[in-house]
């Protein structure tokens, strides 16, 4: 079992930017490839980024590409996602997950989810 915990989202500006972090706790955290999800209002939830266990590889959605980066630090059991040039669109709840392989995230079926962070950008 994993327990992911995200942290770092808040109220900020259009341009801005903002960290948010996941902690994991459990099953050994290398083990595991991390991705990024969000969902927004009335919308459906919507896959963001994803890295492998090594963080040797990423995958974003066309959407954030250019402006959402995703690392890990594995000494730390933690992930982050790193967004700059906020813009309204970007207001979501944000939450990470887990699974084996990189694959299973991307295609929104990891094993395990966070309970969210929101992330509201204010004109």
């Known amino acids: 079992q994993v327990q992911l915990v995200e942290s770092g989202g808040g109220l900020v500006q259009t341009g801005g930017s903002l960290r948010l972090s996941c902690a994991a706790s459990?099953?050994?955290?290398?083990?595991?490839?991390v991705g990024w999800f969000r969902q927004a209002p009335g919308k459906e939830r919507e896959f963001v980024a994803a890295?492998?266990?090594?963080?040797?590889?990423?995958n974003y959605a066309n959407s954030v590409k250019g402006r959402f980066t995703i690392s890990r630090d594995n000494a730390k059991n933690t992930a982050s996602l790193q967004i700059d040039s906020l813009k309204s669109e970007d207001t979501a709840i944000y939450y990470c997950?887990?699974?084996?392989?990189?694959?299973?995230?991307?295609?929104?079926?990891?094993?395990?989810w966070g309970q969210g962070t929101q992330v509201t950008v204010s004109s």
């Open positions: 459990g099953r050994t955290f290398s083990s595991y490839a």
């Open positions: 890295i492998t266990r090594t963080g040797d590889y990423t």
């Open positions: 997950a887990a699974a084996p392989v990189i694959v299973t995230v991307i295609r929104g079926i990891p094993d395990y």
